[in-house]
């Protein structure tokens, strides 16, 4: 009995202290509450964590450089119809012997230099295709772009529900902890006045051990999702506002998204336009079987050369023309080979098809699912609640038992958290769907101002005939042997 005793006490103890922590819990929730609500500026609205995202995302400034390098294939291409320049020198000792003499014999220090130019008049098209090539790739280097500028919000949008969710589901286990540790309080109290058995008494501690398991797990849950929250958006949780769904952008039927998606879904551009480069690497290519056409310019000097020249020059101007008879079947199987890939992304347009066509039906009928799943729960919750409150009435007059308690307060605890889990899974469907179409962007969600602008860079580029230095839209230079600053505004500059 003495060990049945101290076990009761010790119960008691953890009960009392669990309400204790839980109702120091629910009392700085509420301050943290208020606080926030009376300072906006302590709160972040789901808005604000997406444009951090988009501001400061190290996947997404890595992307953009990748565009950065590709649009320098442009000036590659064209630089295939300017002219080439060539200059050298060069100088040294010589010594020669006649016999018999000649002027030619003696020592000397030869020494001169000389400048080439030339330029390609014709090469089968191969510039002009090198070119086109080279901007169908520049633009589909921005659809991928677009791609990860997707990605990168959808987990951001993710992570701040999460947070919620989590920071709710934490909210109700406590508050369930404390609902718990009270009926355990009477219960025993109750016990000690023989109005219920044992029975009773371990069943409401055995419901308590659970929820205080929960709460630990919700808990745990809470702090990982506030990890993955700083990974994606770039700084800590800190006041959240509940998300909602962004019904503005938000299609109204199935059929309106996926026409959008059929034009928008960076899947299906970019799949366009990487068809649109294989096709003129393939005439790239064949123009290599053509003639090609250049014409060259000499000048060169000597001086201080054997046999009494103190000094001679030349010049020349030169008309070229070549033409490949037969190169070993090379380059005919580069054309055959380049042909069947150009095949391959024909494909690879309807495969991108097909899937924005089934990614947007899924996530349209999973959002459509969650609209409906939140008012069902949302009914459930409220029936819960007023469930609970009969039980506890009737548990008063007699006519319940401390077991109906318990499961009546279990029923309202999973409806509140069914509630909560549908309301995230409602806003994560809505961005998801709003990512298959191709419209979860900084610009369609007016995120920035102003946004990135690739095209900035690309006609910064584009003309550029030298220059090694790559400099920020602020004149700055970058130094290469450091880490570069996340910056949305790079170009660089003529």
């Not at 789901?46 to 400034?61: K, T, V, W």
């Not at 053509?290 to 001679?312: C, F, K, S, W």
């Not at 819960?384 to 109906?404: F, I, K, S």
Request: proline share 3%.
């Amino acid at each position: 009995m003495r060990v049945k005793a101290r076990a009761a006490h010790r119960w008691r103890e953890r009960a009392l202290a669990a309400r204790r922590v839980c109702l120091a819990g629910v009392l700085s929730a509420l301050c943290i509450g208020h606080l926030a609500s009376a300072t906006s500026v302590s709160a972040e609205t789901l808005r604000q964590a997406l444009a951090s995202a988009y501001s400061a995302n190290p996947r997404l400034d890595a992307e953009r450089a990748r565009l950065r390098a590709t649009d320098e294939e442009v000036p590659r291409a064209l630089s295939g119809y300017r002219p080439r320049i060539t200059g050298s020198a060069d100088g040294g000792l010589s010594r020669a012997e006649t016999k018999p003499d000649s002027a030619s014999a003696g020592e000397a220090r030869p020494w001169g230099y000389s400048l080439t130019v030339s330029q390609s008049i014709f090469n089968g098209f191969r510039t002009g295709n090198a070119v086109g090539e080279a901007e169908a790739q520049v633009r589909a280097g921005r659809e991928q772009l677009r791609e990860v500028e997707s990605q990168v919000l959808l987990d951001a949008a993710t992570a701040f529900a999460d947070v919620v969710r989590d920071g709710e589901v934490l909210r109700f286990r406590e508050a369930n902890v404390a609902a718990l540790s009270r009926v355990l309080q009477a219960t025993e109290a109750r016990q000690t006045a023989r109005e219920v058995t044992r029975t009773d008494v371990a069943q409401a501690r055995s419901r308590l051990a659970r929820a205080l398991a929960q709460q630990d797990l919700a808990s745990g849950n809470l702090k990982a999702s506030r990890a993955t929250y700083t990974r994606a958006v770039g700084h800590p949780p800190a006041g959240l506002v509940a998300p909602s769904p962004p019904k503005k952008q938000l299609p109204r039927a199935l059929e309106e998204a996926l026409a959008i998606a059929d034009r928008e879904s960076p899947g299906v551009v970019g799949a366009l336009y990487r068809e649109a480069a294989d096709r003129h690497g393939v005439a790239r290519i064949r123009g290599e079987l053509m003639p090609e056409v250049r014409l060259e310019a000499n000048y060169g000097t000597r001086h201080g050369q054997l046999g009494g020249i103190d000094e001679q020059q030349a010049a020349s101007v030169t008309g070229r023309l070549s033409m490949p008879l037969y190169e070993g079947g090379e380059t005919h199987a580069r054309v055959r080979q380049a042909k069947h890939r150009h095949v391959a992304r024909l494909q690879e347009i309807e495969q991108a098809r097909q899937e924005a066509q089934a990614s947007v039906t899924q996530a349209w009928a999973r959002y459509q699912a969650t609209r409906g799943q939140l008012r069902a729960n949302r009914m459930a919750a409220e029936a819960a609640r007023l469930a609970l409150e009969g039980v506890r009435e009737e548990e008063r007059g007699g006519q319940r038992t401390v077991l109906d308690i318990l499961n009546a307060e279990q029923e309202h605890l999973d409806a509140q958290v069914q509630v909560v889990s549908a309301r995230r899974d409602l806003v994560v469907a809505a961005y998801t769907l709003l990512a298959q179409m191709g419209r979860l962007t900084a610009t369609e969600m007016e995120l920035a101002d102003p946004a990135y602008d690739a095209e900035a860079n690309y006609l910064a580029v584009r003309n550029r005939w030298f220059g090694l230095d790559i400099t920020r839209a602020d004149g700055r230079r970058e130094n290469m042997n450091v880490a570069v600053d996340a910056d949305p505004n790079w170009s660089l500059d003529d």
